[in-house]
């Protein structure tokens, strides 16, 4: 059904259904929430960012319009979601836009049955070891596209959590500055509706590499809002729900509000993009990005793993469909799937096995110093980088092929102690999850470029 240029669709949630899904949990379950342009709302515990209306899985999205879509669960209809997509000029959506909406939420919750059968099998494995609460529940929130989880893996590497999370988010400022302002995807704060765009095409450039202009905003503080405890102070509390059900000022919390820090979406702008497309990026200037989102190193990976993209040299669709059906499981897959991505720029063992994780490959574990921390922290092993391999194989070994799922339960429950639950946090705290705020004394070196 559709309401004054609002388009609600159902997503039925099958089998995830029978193991009482909870939006919440599947969202709140890494750190990619936390990133722009993903916003979570503790209140109403909704999901609001902009999505492609092109196949969305695929390469073939690059070039097609963006809308705003907040994603909800209601307790009067729990067998499915409810999809709000904002149509600005249009009150209704073809068939292929409402697929391609659907496919993307679907590929965000990992609802395919693939996924939901990894769901289940690890719940009935781990649940019978382990009893302690954790509101992970072996479902790990990730992107609409292959290509974003790729970039957000990238962004991982080498620098703090609250880095991350700016690099993101200027990526998606970005994103809005290279459109036309007539045709811009707005993220108004204050707005009752989103204005989404008819014509999301990259401007064409004079010359092979171009600069656009933009007005690069100055970054500024915000106060950090931890008891002693690790609970949240109670002025950093969610504004309250707007009744009216076009409205999603709601979505951002009043601390956030104030704020105005790097990574929050109310900034003083009031506007975030969607995350950029390999199109989107491919004929940009090298030290543009890199000085424009603080990218660093990362800037002209970034651009090369667009360009080879667009030019067909990496074929996501490819990718993805590699990691469909049962040979999801077999190493061999994987060894064959992570040998293609340590072929692209700045993908090593670490970015491959985010990547895979992200793909549904769940018995590698992604290693760095927040495992050498974590085991040396929860399990008592005086891990290092020579030793760390060895020693999550003894820990978790037993869980496979769900080593992964096992390790991120206990990391999770591990900073909901120390934070608090994280599903209730303010968006401008999210930059407070680092060691140095757990009490980390890990003295590991730091990992080279490539990781």
């Known amino acids: 059904m559709s309401s004054g240029g609002v388009v609600v669709l159902e997503l039925p949630l099958g089998a995830a259904e029978e193991e009482n899904f909870e939006l919440e949990k599947a969202v709140c379950s890494h750190g990619l929430f936390m990133m722009p342009p993903n916003q979570w709302d503790p209140v109403s515990k909704t999901l609001l960012r902009p999505l492609r209306l092109g196949l969305g899985l695929g390469d073939s999205d690059s070039d097609s319009d963006s809308v705003m879509v907040r994603i909800s669960q209601h307790q009067w209809a729990p067998r499915s979601l409810h999809v709000r997509v904002y149509c600005?000029?249009?009150p209704s959506l073809s068939r292929q836009h409402r697929e391609s909406v659907l496919a993307q939420v679907s590929r965000m919750l990992r609802l395919s049955e693939d996924e939901e059968r990894a769901v289940r099998e690890f719940r009935n494995m781990y649940n019978n070891e382990k009893k302690k609460e954790s509101s992970f529940v072996g479902r790990v929130f990730r992107s609409p596209t292959l290509f974003e989880d790729m970039v957000k893996c990238m962004l991982l590497c080498n620098c703090q959590w609250s880095r991350t999370l700016s690099m993101a988010r200027?990526?998606?400022?970005?994103?809005?500055e290279l459109q036309p302002q007539s045709s811009s995807l707005l993220f108004v704060a204050d707005s009752a509706a989103a204005a989404a765009s008819t014509n999301f095409d990259t401007p064409k450039p004079k010359k092979e590499h171009f600069i656009p202009y933009t007005g690069i905003p100055q970054e500024s503080k915000v106060s950090t809002n931890f008891t002693n405890s690790g609970s949240i102070k109670a002025d950093c509390v969610p504004a309250d729900i707007v009744r009216n059900d076009d409205d999603y000022s709601h979505l951002?919390?009043?601390t956030c509000?104030?704020?105005?820090?790097?990574?929050?979406i109310a900034s003083d702008n009031n506007t975030i993009g969607n995350f950029p497309s390999p199109t989107e990026l491919a004929n940009l200037d090298e030290g543009f990005l890199a000085s424009r989102c603080n990218l660093g190193y990362r800037a002209s990976r970034i651009l090369k793993l667009a360009r080879d993209i667009v030019e067909g040299r990496i074929q996501l669709t490819q990718l993805e469909e590699a990691s469909k059906g049962e040979s999801i499981s077999k190493s061999?897959?994987?060894?064959?799937?992570a040998k293609q991505l340590k072929e692209i720029d700045g993908f090593g063992t670490f970015t491959c096995a985010n990547v895979l994780m992200?793909?549904?490959y769940y018995h590698v574990i992604p290693t760095d110093s927040e495992t050498i921390r974590h085991l040396r922290k929860v399990h008592a092993r005086y891990s290092t980088v020579q030793t760390?391999?060895?020693?999550?194989?003894?820990?978790?070994?037993k869980y496979a092929p769900f080593q992964f799922l096992a390790y991120w339960s206990e990391l999770w429950h591990f900073y909901e102690k120390t934070f608090g639950k994280l599903s209730e946090m303010p968006c401008s705290d999210y930059k407070l999850i680092t060691a140095s705020n757990m009490g980390s004394t890990s003295?590991?070196?730091?990992r080279k470029k490539k990781c």
Do not use: F
């Not at 200027?170 to 809005?176: F, G, Y």
């Not at 061999?332 to 799937?337: A, M, P």
């Not at 003295?443 to 730091?446: E, F």
């Open 358 to 360: 992200c793909m549904g």
């Open 388 to 397: 760390v391999q060895r020693d999550i194989e003894h820990v978790y070994g």
């Open 443 to 446: 003295s590991t070196k730091k």
């Open 88 to 90: 600005h000029n249009s």
């Open 257 to 264: 509000q104030a704020a105005d820090e790097p990574h929050n």
């Open 252 to 254: 951002i919390c009043k």
């Open 332 to 337: 061999s897959n994987y060894d064959k799937l």
């Open 170 to 176: 200027a990526l998606c400022e970005l994103q809005l």
